[in-house]
């Protein structure tokens, strides 16, 4: 049997669900390999727009201001099939680039979506309140900024939720049509977004 694109690391032996324990031991500190991690985990990585030494953006736009370094690098971004290959050789070719995730459907067949939290996960308490139960813990990076929060989930099947803006003040919603940053893209901060609670996504009630 030829040798999966893991066995270097001892990857293939671990059974999906260890494999999320991976996403804290390193790897994704280098995004050529994050790529090819999220692609084992069944997630949808895709290319985007990074920043350059000097902070301008790789989409060459002058007016490109508060999307800088977090837009998609193509146009077909929504629908193209995954193809770790090339987002291999992009990243490769330049390492300005950073990478995001597709939210909505995964290649595993799941349905995927982020809380995107533009703060402390404090502002999630009306949502809690109004839901009468905490958002279970899950899958969680701590963005660029170093004050906001990305809490990934699945959701049930045959659910599909679409991106809604303002849930709740300063809290939005990553799904169907929508992408994320994912680590270890660079932020204009100067920082770089980073897993903070790894395990698999849980099941959004």
Request: proline share 7%; charged share 20%; aromatic share 10%.
């Amino acid at each position: 049997m030829a040798a999966g694109p893991f066995s270097f690391y001892g990857w293939d032996e671990i059974v999906t669900p260890s494999l999320w324990r991976a996403l804290d031991w390193g790897y994704t500190q280098n995004k050529r390999y994050a790529v090819k991690l999220y692609g084992k985990l069944g997630l949808n990585p895709i290319l985007l727009n990074g920043l350059l030494d000097d902070f301008a953006c790789t989409c060459g736009r002058h007016d490109c201001d508060k999307s800088r370094g977090k837009h998609p690098r193509f146009k077909n971004w929504e629908t193209a099939p995954l193809d770790l290959d090339a987002l291999d050789r992009a990243l490769a070719s330049n390492h300005h680039y950073n990478i995001g995730i597709r939210t909505g459907l995964q290649p595993n067949g799941k349905g995927l979506v982020v809380v995107d939290c533009d703060g402390p996960l404090e502002l999630l308490e009306p949502l809690e309140r109004e839901a009468g139960e905490p958002f279970p813990p899950t899958l969680t990076a701590q963005t660029g900024s170093g004050t906001g929060f990305h809490l990934y989930y699945w959701l049930k099947d045959g659910l599909e939720i679409r991106n809604r803006q303002g849930i709740a003040p300063h809290v939005d919603i990553r799904g169907y049509g929508g992408q994320v940053v994912a680590a270890p893209s660079l932020h204009l901060s100067g920082k770089k977004y980073t897993w903070i609670n790894v395990r698999e996504p849980a099941v959004l009630p």
